[in-house]
């Protein structure tokens, strides 16, 4: 299994962005994964933000990023992608995507924790200018 983000980069507050994963090794339609979303700022632990299980579409998000933060997939593509609006100067981070074959975990709550996965991607830094 192999992820890789894009789609990082420096905006301004209020501005946006979308992250983007492209996932191999295993296919959207075919196999049952759990996909998440998290980021690390400097100092700080890895936090969850979004997650999706492709056994059957079923998106979480955390409460910091609701409303602001939209996970989204494309099977076709086999891609995930994370639409970031309104950002703040507190998003800036390295965002990065992963992904388990552990998908009961993810569509039974635990989808935002770290150890739920075991393929990760080398992330993308987010930078937001105030």
């Known amino acids: 299994v192999q992820l890789v983000e894009s789609g990082g980069g420096l905006v301004q507050a209020g501005g946006s962005l979308r992250l983007s994963c492209a996932a191999s090794g295993f296919s959207f339609e075919d196999d049952d994964y759990g996909i998440g979303w998290f980021r690390q700022a400097p100092g700080k632990e890895r936090e969850g933000l979004s997650c999706?299980?492709?056994?059957?579409?079923?998106?979480y998000n955390d409460e910091s990023v609701k409303g602001r933060f939209t996970m989204s997939k494309d099977n076709a593509k086999n891609t995930v992608y994370l639409e970031m609006n309104d950002l703040k100067p507190e998003d800036t981070a390295v965002y990065y995507c992963a992904a388990t074959d552990k998908w009961v975990r993810v569509i039974s709550g635990y989808g935002l924790e770290s150890d739920t996965y075991d393929y990760w991607g080398q992330g993308t830094q987010v930078t937001v200018s105030s």
């Open positions: 999706v299980s492709t056994s059957d579409g079923s998106i």
